[in-house]
């Protein structure tokens, strides 16, 4: 192939790209929400769409998903629940999800009284 061949051929690649890409054409069948030029994240073997759904225990979930913390509530995607000891009651602290639990209770924590209180 002549170097005129492969300037041909990178500029029809280029061109039929940024047409899928402005288009928004899907790259997989009718249905899925997978879209080329789209941000999207890996589950194990799904993939989803950041800014609706979170991985949360290899599972995908909607942002808005929450679970008890002894008597409070909190996001999974965004927080996470700390068993937080104290004696003679145990407690829990809701704290920013990556924030090591070991940390002792910052601003942002929501202290939460154990659920057989």
């Keep these: 192939m002549t170097p005129r061949c492969y300037i041909l051929a990178v ?3 280029l061109c039929i790209i940024s047409l899928l890409c ?7 069948p009718t249905g899925a929400h997978l879209m080329l030029c789209q941000s ?3 589950c ?3 993939f989803y769409d950041p800014q609706q ?3 949360y225990d290899n599972a995908v979930v909607p942002l808005s998903t929450t679970r008890k913390c002894g008597n409070c509530t909190f996001r999974i995607c965004l927080e996470q629940c700390c068993p937080w000891s104290f004696r003679p009651q ?3 602290v809701v704290k920013v999800r990556g924030q090591a639990c070991s940390l002792g ?3 942002g ?3 939460c009284s154990s659920s057989l209180n």
Aim: charged share 20%.
């Design 11 to 13: 500029s029809a690649a």
């Design 105 to 107: 209770p910052s601003l």
């Design 44 to 46: 194990g073997d799904r």
């Design 53 to 55: 759904h979170c991985c």
């Design 90 to 92: 145990e407690t829990f």
């Design 40 to 42: 999207h994240s890996r």
């Design 109 to 111: 924590d929501r202290v």
């Design 22 to 28: 402005s288009q928004g054409a899907p790259v997989s």
